[in-house]
């Protein structure tokens, strides 16, 4: 069975460019989570969605981050403008709507920010 | 508040140790779930084991082995005879009972298997 399958692997680009990532979640998962890594802070939770609909947003640092989820099989994560504090890995990851279930992460997005 | 603390940054061991992670948590849930990822030197998260509040026997698969102790609220994990392919980042995750599936992070054991 395929993964989370996240897009690009690697995006470079300049201050003040807008940076989209995708994430395609796991077929039947109905809760969607993206993530930020970074060596300061760790692990951050950003945004997530269940079936579709934006639960807790209150990860998201600020009105240059926005997240969608159109559909049960896709979700973008926008940045406009980007910052280079913004360099990160952003991680999407994908379960079933019940805490007892695992999530699972796609291989994540390596942004960075000149 | 939930909460998850990993107090060891960094371990060093030789291969064919055993070695131990621990996490302590904290949740006013009386149903909860605790997981452990493990995140190696090519970045990717992966789910390795979980466990839920109500099951305190030690676990066993393979080289891995996992316990909940509820009086310590401590969640440790066990790797028997360490190869170098466990070097990684290991993270402890919490998941309240409610109605949220949220997991909350530790900030990672770094575990480094010398040959």
Known sequence: DAGVIQSPRHEVTEMGQEVTLRCKPISGHNSLFWYRQTMMRGLELLIYFNNNVPIDDSGMPEDRFSAKMPNASFSTLKIQPSEPRDSAVYFCASTYDRPSQPQHFGDGTRLSIL | ?115
């Open chain 2, 1 to 115: 508040a939930q909460k998850v603390t990993q107090a060891q940054t960094e371990i060093s061991v030789v291969e064919k140790e055993d070695v131990t992670l621990d996490c302590v948590y904290e949740t006013r849930d009386t149903t909860y779930y605790l997981f452990w990822y493990k995140q190696p030197p090519s970045g990717e998260l992966v789910f390795l084991i979980r466990r839920n509040s109500f099951d305190e026997q030690n676990e066993i698969s393979g080289r891995y082995s996992w316990n909940l102790q509820k009086s310590t609220s401590s969640f440790n994990f066990t790797i028997t005879a360490s190869q170098v392919v466990d070097s990684a980042v290991y993270f402890c995750a919490l998941s309240g009972g409610g109605a949220t599936n949220k997991l909350i992070f530790g900030t990672g054991t770094l575990l480094a298997v010398q040959p």
